[in-house]
C-alpha cells in the first residue's frame, strides 16, 4: 500500500470535544461524492467495526474519500457516556465531519451512510443545516422511541442482571441504575440521552426543513423499512429508493463471526454510481438549511470550520493528558494503537492492554479507553492496541473464526513488538500487561516471556495453555449449558450470537478431537498421566511468576470453564503457594465473560486499579516529566 493509500488517523474538531477519525483518500477514479460513514451504537458498533472498516477501504478504492469516525463519548473520542447534550454534540460532530471532508476532499457533494443510532443522528445533522447531501439509511427507525424500545427489551433480559440466590454476598449483585438509564449489552445510555432519543421524531424534523437530494433506504435481512420515515422523507425534492440489506446479522454478531455484508456494498456501489454516471452539474451549494428551534428539539448542525490534529489534549482530574495514534512495526504487518500519556508528571511504569479476543483495541465496553486515560492521570503512559487481524491492524479477520487462530505464536511476538515500541519512544521500560479471554492469555505469555513486565492482570482467561482438543470438550459443554438458557435464544433471534457457527464449530473440534491419535484422545479423557502433567504445568506457570517477582491478579467472574478447571485440580486450594498472585471471583453465576453488567464492571475497574497501585508502590518514587 502506497503513502498515498494509507489511511490516515487524526482527531477532528468542529464545536464539539475531539472526535477519533479515520480517513481513507481515494484512490480510484476521480468521483464527485466522498462517504462518511456513521456508526451503530454499543455492542453494535463492536460488531460490525471491521465491515466497517472493510467498507471505507472498498470504497476508497473505487474513488470515493471516505471518513469513518467514533461519535463523542464512544470508541476513541473524547467524552464520557455521561455527558450532557450527547444528542446536539452527536449531531455537531456529524456535521463537523461532513464539512471537513467536503473542504479537503476536492467534491462536490457529501454521501452520508448511516446504521442504526449513527443513522438517525446522521439524518437530524442533515435535515438540521449539515453538508449532507445524500443519505444512505441501514435500519433506521423514524423515532428515537423505537431505537430506545428494543434497547430496553435486550436490557431487560440480560441474564447477568438477573440477581444469584445462591450467591451469599448482598454486595454481589447488581446496583440499581439512574432512572431511565439503560445498558444494553454493556454500553451505558444515560437518563438524559434516554429522553432525548425518545423525543426525537425525524418525521417532524423533516416537515420543517429541506431534505436530502436522494435517500437510499435499507430494511434488514428482509424486514420492511420504517415506512413512516420513507413516507417523510420522499418529497419533491427527494429521490427515494428503498431496498433490502440483506447481510445486517450476520454482520453483527461476535466480532471474531462477523462478516462484511457485501450484497450492500454492491447495492450502493450501483446507487452512488447511478450519481456519477449521469454527469449533473451540481449547480448550488449542499443542503444548508436550518431549523427553527421548536419545543423538544434544539438541533445545532449547522457546520462550523472543521479542524484535524494529529494528537488529542484531554484533561481529566485535573491532568492534562495526551492521546497519539501509534503505529507497531509487528511480525505479520503494521499494528494499530492509541497511546495515552499525561503532560506533566510521569512514573516509571508503562501499561499495555491487550484485545479482548477479537474485539478492537477500545475493549469491552469501552472499559479500556477509560482504563488508559485514569492510569495516565496516575502517571503511567497506556498503550491500547489491536493485534493483527483485529480493529484497525491490518491482517486476515476471517482466520479468527477459527478459535486456534487467536491463540497463534505469533501474537506473543506482536505483544512484545508493543512493548518495544514504547521503548524506543523513551518511555519507561516497566510494564503492567492487561487482557480479558485471549488478551489475558496473551498478557500471561508476554510476562513470562519478557521480565520488563512487573504485573500481569488477566480478566477471564479461558486458557493458560492452549490446548485445541481440551478447548473442543470444553466448548461442546458449554453450548450444551448454554442452550438451556433463555438469553442464548434471545440473543440468536436477535442475530446477536450465530449458533450455527457455534455448534459448526463445535462439532468440527469433536471430531477432530475423536480422529486425533491415541495419545491424544487419553489426553482429552483425562488420563491419569494427563491430569498430572497439566496440573503441573499450570502451578509451574504460578511458580514462574513467584520466582521472577512478577505480581498476578486473576478474576474469575461467573461460570467460567478455567476456574471450574483450576478448581478440579485442586490449585485454587493452595492459593498460598503464590503470595504474588491475587485471585478473585466476582458476580453472579451467569455468564459476565465480557463484563456486560454495569456493576460487574464498576468492580472490575476496583480490581485492577488496586493492582496498578501496588505496582506503583514498587517502582522508584522518583518521578519525570
Not at 190 to 212: H, K, M, Q, Y
Not at 497 to 513: D, F, I, P, S, W
Not at 603 to 616: F, M, P, R, T, W
Request: proline share 6%.
Amino acid at each position: 500500500m502506497s503513502a498515498s493509500q494509507t489511511p490516515r488517523p487524526f482527531y477532528l474538531q468542529a464545536g464539539t470535544p475531539p472526535v477519533f477519525a479515520i480517513f481513507h483518500p481515494g484512490t480510484g477514479p476521480h468521483r464527485r461524492s466522498a462517504v462518511l460513514l456513521c456508526p451503530p451504537f454499543g455492542w453494535e458498533d463492536m460488531c460490525s467495526y471491521r465491515s466497517r472498516r472493510d467498507w471505507a477501504e472498498r470504497l476508497a478504492l473505487a474513488g470515493y474519500p471516505t471518513l469513518r469516525f467514533d461519535l463523542p463519548g464512544s470508541g476513541d473520542s473524547a467524552g464520557d457516556p455521561t455527558d450532557a447534550g450527547q444528542l446536539d454534540t452527536w449531531t455537531q460532530a456529524v456535521a463537523g465531519a461532513a464539512q471537513w471532508l467536503l473542504e479537503t476532499s476536492s467534491v462536490a457533494r457529501i454521501v452520508s451512510i448511516g446504521i442504526g443510532l449513527g443513522g438517525m443522528v446522521a439524518c437530524r445533522a442533515a435535515l438540521s443545516g449539515a453538508p449532507i447531501d445524500e443519505l444512505v439509511l441501514w435500519h433506521v427507525p423514524g423515532q428515537g422511541r423505537t431505537l430506545v424500545r428494543e434497547l430496553r427489551a435486550f436490557s431487560a433480559l440480560e441474564v447477568a442482571y438477573i440477581p444469584d440466590p445462591r450467591q451469599p454476598d448482598p454486595k454481589q449483585g447488581p446496583e440499581p441504575l439512574e432512572d431511565g438509564a439503560l445498558v444494553a449489552n454493556g454500553y451505558l445510555l444515560s437518563a438524559e440521552t434516554v429522553a432525548e432519543l425518545e423525543r426525537l421524531d425525524l418525521r417532524e424534523l423533516s416537515r420543517a426543513s429541506r431534505g436530502p437530494r436522494r435517500v437510499l433506504l435499507l430494511g434488514r435481512d428482509g424486514l420492511k423499512v420504517d415506512d413512516g420515515l420513507g413516507e417523510a422523507l420522499e418529497g419533491s425534492e427527494t429521490t427515494l429508493t428503498v431496498a433490502d440489506g440483506p447481510g445486517y446479522a450476520a454482520m453483527m454478531v461476535e466480532p471474531q463471526d462477523a462478516r462484511p455484508p457485501t450484497a450492500v456494498f454492491e447495492l450502493v456501489d450501483s446507487w452512488l454510481a447511478e450519481r456519477e454516471a449521469d454527469g449533473e452539474a451540481d449547480a448550488g451549494a449542499p443542503n444548508t438549511a436550518t431549523l427553527p428551534q421548536d419545543a423538544g428539539e434544539t438541533p445545532h448542525a449547522t457546520a462550523a470550520h472543521a479542524s484535524a490534529r494529529e494528537d488529542m489534549k484531554l484533561l481529566r482530574s485535573g491532568v492534562e493528558l495526551r492521546e497519539t495514534p501509534v503505529h507497531i512495526e509487528g511480525p505479520d504487518g503494521p499494528l494499530f494503537g492509541i497511546l495515552t500519556e499525561p503532560l506533566g508528571e510521569r512514573r516509571e511504569l508503562c501499561a499495555v492492554l491487550m484485545n479482548a479476543g477479537a474485539q478492537r483495541h477500545t475493549g469491552p465496553n469501552r472499559m479500556w479507553v477509560e482504563i488508559a486515560r485514569r492510569w495516565a492521570v496516575r502517571g503511567v503512559p497506556t498503550l491500547r492496541f489491536d493485534l493483527a487481524g483485529i480493529g484497525d491492524s491490518d491482517g486476515d479477520t476471517a482466520m479468527l473464526v477459527h478459535v486456534a487462530a487467536i491463540y497463534a505464536q505469533t501474537y506473543g511476538v506482536q505483544a512484545r513488538a508493543a512493548l518495544d515500541t514504547l521503548s524506543a519512544r523513551g518511555l519507561p521500560g516497566r510494564f503492567v500487561v492487561l487482557g480479558l479471554c485471549a488478551g489475558a492469555y496473551w498478557s500471561l505469555h508476554t510476562a513470562l516471556a519478557d521480565e520488563r513486565v512487573g504485573t500481569v492482570i488477566m480478566l477471564n482467561p479461558r486458557s493458560l495453555i492452549w490446548d485445541e482438543g481440551i478447548y473442543g470438550v470444553r466448548r461442546v459443554r458449554e453450548l450444551r449449558e448454554r442452550l438451556l438458557l433463555a438469553s442464548t435464544w434471545r440473543k440468536v433471534l436477535h442475530g446477536e450470537l450465530n449458533l450455527a457457527r457455534h455448534l459448526e464449530t463445535a462439532r468440527a473440534l469433536a471430531g477432530r478431537a475423536t480422529r486425533s491419535p491415541r495419545r491424544v484422545r487419553e489426553r482429552l479423557g483425562g488420563s491419569m498421566q494427563e491430569t498430572v502433567d497439566r496440573t503441573t504445568a499450570l502451578a509451574g506457570i504460578f511458580d514462574r511468576l513467584r520466582d521472577r517477582d512478577q505480581r498476578a491478579l486473576l478474576l474469575f467472574t461467573g461460570a467460567e470453564p478455567l476456574r471450574r478447571e483450576l478448581a478440579a485440580r485442586g490449585l485454587l486450594d493452595r492459593a498460598e503457594r503464590w503470595p504474588n498472585l491475587e485471585l478473585t471471583i466476582r458476580g453472579t453465576s451467569a455468564d459476565t465473560h465480557t463484563l456486560t453488567p454495569l456493576w460487574l464492571q464498576r468492580e472490575a475497574h476496583e480490581l485492577v486499579d488496586g493492582a496498578l497501585e501496588q505496582e506503583l508502590r514498587r517502582v522508584p518514587e522518583g518521578a519525570t516529566s
